[in-house]
Nanobody
Framework: QVQLVESGGGSAQAGGSLRLSCAAA????????MGWFRQAPGQERGFVAA????????YYADSVKGRFTISRDNAKNTVYLQMNSLKPEDTAVYYC??????????????????WGQGTQVTVSS
């Protein structure tokens, strides 16, 4: 089992940057692919980015490609989401999540078993 805690959310102006962190409790963090998702008011939770358990493969939603970067530090049990060139439409609660160990990263929320509590990101124009 993995317990996840996000941090780093807050407010930014359009064009600005924020860096989210997701700290995992557990000694097997390195065996989990990790994903970032977001949910805006009145909308379904949607895929943002994912990274393989080894960190050698990354995946992005088209809406964030070229602006966001997902990375991980297995020694620190942490996954990051660097968000640059922020837009007002990036405003949402951001969640990190983990699927079964050694799973291939996926964009499907239903394949993620463990979720953090979320962190709010607000981008003003």
């Amino acid at each position: 089992q993995v317990q996840l805690v996000e941090s780093g959310g807050g407010s930014a102006q359009a064009g600005g940057s924020l860096r989210l962190s997701c700290a995992a409790a557990g000694r097997t963090f390195g065996s989990y692919a990790m994903g970032w998702f977001r949910q805006a008011p009145g909308q379904e939770r949607g895929f943002v980015a994912a990274i393989s358990w080894s960190g050698d493969r990354t995946y992005y939603a088209d809406s964030v490609k070229g602006r966001f970067t997902i990375s991980r530090d297995n020694a620190k049990n942490t996954v990051y989401l660097q968000m640059n060139s922020l837009k007002p439409e990036d405003t949402a609660v951001y969640y990190c999540a983990a699927p079964l160990p050694y799973s291939t990263p996926t964009f499907r929320t239903t394949e993620y078993l463990y979720w953090g509590q979320g962190t709010q990101v607000t981008v003003s124009s």
